[in-house]
Nanobody
């Protein structure tokens, strides 16, 4: 069992930066691949980035590639999302999630994520 707590959201102007954090409880954090998702009003949940269990592999959606960076610290049970060059269209609720999916491609499907944070609101003003 893993419990996830998201934090770091807020209001920022276009072009600014935010850093989201996700703190996991439990002793098995390092065995999970971790993802960041977002959901804007009236839209489906969008995968943004994934990092594998030891931080050796990452994936980014085209919409955030080059602007967002995912990282993790297994010693501190945390995964972070550094968001730079933010745009108004980045406004959404952001969620971290954990998956024990057995192969890498499966981590790109939100249905494979077993545990979710509560979400943190990010609002980017123009």
């Amino acid at each position: 069992q893993v419990q996830l707590v998201d934090s770091g959201g807020g209001l920022v102007q276009a072009g600014g930066s935010l850093r989201l954090s996700c703190l996991a409880s439990g002793h098995t954090f390092s065995s999970y691949h971790m993802g960041w998702f977002r959901q804007a009003p009236g839209k489906g949940r969008e995968l943004l980035a994934v990092i594998n269990w030891n931080g050796g592999s990452t994936f980014y959606a085209d919409s955030v590639k080059g602007r967002f960076t995912i990282s993790r610290d297994n010693a501190r049970n945390t995964v972070s999302l550094q968001m730079d060059s933010l745009k108004p269209e980045d406004t959404a609720v952001y969620y971290c999630a954990a998956t024990s999916a057995p192969y890498w491609e499966a981590t790109k499907t939100h249905e494979r994520y077993e545990y979710w944070g509560q979400g943190t609101q990010v609002t980017v003003s123009s």
